[in-house]
């Protein structure tokens, strides 16, 4: 049966769009079908980051009004052919979204596929509520900032109220994704630590991603990370990450710094 995973955040900025993008083509790598959807209407990004932005014909907005089939709107991506987009339109706002046609996209695409994946907006409002209220997983993004944890506690109470499984008195299992990690800057009090993001929402953790220029090369070359440099730091966060969600005992290893050439060279001379 198909699991409808809502990756959400209250923060603008902490990765989700990325973390969406690199998670969808890794489980579409290990032979699952899957769609990735963009919440995100007005400001669309999943599209780019998928480097499918110049196939965008119709959008969610258009098949959740009727003007296009859903088989219309959905973008096959060219590296992986189980891999899926359904864009957020550029030119409309949240107003255009209705719980009622949201309602009838996810049922729909839940015959077709194994997973399907909404990239959620940032914030509290309608795009944000229509994405996660579907869904029977949820990942939280969160950065290793006060800022960020304290709106993704926000955005867990919003899971445990506002989707329609806990309407139901069931439960949207979460899962906790802590994205730019640095371990050096946590080591030095410059940020949270793992156990204090922990603590504070207390949510089972799904993976590390640390801190990366891969990420942002990805990024801007239109490519999920996992599939534009699977030896990547990131991409093996992210490959470990849907391990896990796959069900896998997949040991959970905390980023370290990492040292370059100039930093051992002055090291050893100031010695």
Known sequence: MAKVLVVTSGKGGVGKTTSTAALGAALAQMGQNVVVIDFDVGLRNLDLVM????????????????????????????????????????????????????????????????????????????????????????????????????????IIGMLDSKTVRAERGERVEKHLLVTRYDAARAARGEMLSIDDILEILATPLLGIVPESQDVLRASNVGCPVTLNNAGSAPSRAYIDAVRRLMGEAVEMTVPVERKGLMDRLLRRRAA
């Open 51 to 154: 480097g499918a932005e110049r196939r965008v014909v119709f959008d969610l907005i258009n098949v959740v009004q009727g003007v296009a089939k859903l088989p219309q709107a959905l973008i096959r991506d060219k590296r992986l052919e189980n891999l899926w987009l359904l864009p957020a339109s550029q030119t409309r706002d949240k107003d255009a979204l209705t719980e009622e046609g949201i309602r009838r996209v996810i049922a729909d695409l839940r015959t077709k596929f194994d997973w399907i994946l909404c990239d959620s907006p940032a914030g509290i409002e309608r795009g944000a509520t229509l994405a996660m209220r579907y869904a029977d997983e949820a990942i939280i993004v969160t950065n290793p900032e006060v800022s960020s944890v304290r709106d993704s506690d926000r």
